[in-house]
């Protein structure tokens, strides 16, 4: 089956530090998201990305969904405190969502 | 409510007991997911209804689970003699209908099997 592989598994930065994480898959999809998980919570949709190439930006979010159709990336700039939480990648072929492992990120004050 | 409500929020129930956990999904929306999330994991998916039917239930792990949606609304997902490794969070997720149609999720059923 298709396989999500998210990196890093977690991040530690400073308040203000710009931030990067990544997903590759072994197949292609037609469609990226990125998703933001607080604890207790479920996943809330930060960016949708529908075209290959495509960039899109969404505040201090911006995402990129590769050329190939087989990975995307998330880039955060300028963190805050309440970027802390788990970001998920998830890949779409058909109707189901294909999730990668997420992302724990830490902001230091 | 405006969002996906799932209940219960919690469930706490011995092994070998059979479990319901329900969905409600945002008003108006056809497309309806199940998703497991496992301590520490990403999400696994385990069925999709598009109105009343289940045209992918793929994910499913064994035929102790199984799943239902009335009126195009409400889904309730059971598990049947609960084990051990049944223990996760329980998501649903809802969309209009339209493959490009984002999914928005429910906050979960945080199920334990003692």
């Known amino acids: 089956g298709q396989q999500l592989n998210q990196s890093p598994q977690s991040m530690f930065i400073q308040e203000g530090e710009d931030v990067s994480m990544n997903c590759t898959s072994s197949?292609?999809?037609?469609?990226w998201l990125w998703y933001k998980q607080d604890p207790g919570e479920g996943p809330v949709l930060l960016i949708a990305?529908?075209?290959?190439?495509e960039l899109t930006s969404n505040g201090r979010l911006t995402a990129q969904f590769g050329i190939t159709r087989k990975d995307s990336f998330l880039n955060i700039s300028a963190s805050i405190p309440s970027d802390v939480g788990i970001y998920f990648c998830?890949?779409?072929?058909?109707?189901?969502?294909?999730f990668g492992e997420g992302t724990q990120l830490t902001v230091n004050p | 409510g405006a969002g996906v409500s799932q209940s219960p929020s919690n469930k706490v129930t011995e092994k070998g007991k059979d479990v319901e956990l329900r969905c409600d999904p945002i008003?108006?929306?056809?497309?309806l997911y199940w998703y497991r999330q496992s301590l520490g994991q990403g999400l696994e998916f385990l069925i999709y209804?598009?109105?009343?039917?289940?045209?992918?239930k793929s994910g499913l792990p064994s035929d102790r689970f199984s799943a239902e949606r009335t009126g195009g609304s409400v889904s309730t997902l059971t598990i049947q003699r609960t084990q051990q490794e049944d223990s996760a969070v329980y998501l649903c997720?809802?969309?209009?209908?339209?493959?490009?149609?984002?999914?928005?999720f429910g906050d979960g059923t945080r199920l334990s099997i003692l």
């Open positions: 008003s108006g929306h056809t497309a």
């Open positions: 197949s292609i999809f037609n469609t």
């Open positions: 209804f598009q109105g009343n039917s289940a045209p992918d």
């Open positions: 990305l529908y075209k290959a190439g």
């Open positions: 997720a809802s969309s209009a209908s339209g493959l490009n149609q984002p999914q928005h």
């Open positions: 998830a890949g779409r072929l058909d109707s189901r969502l294909t």
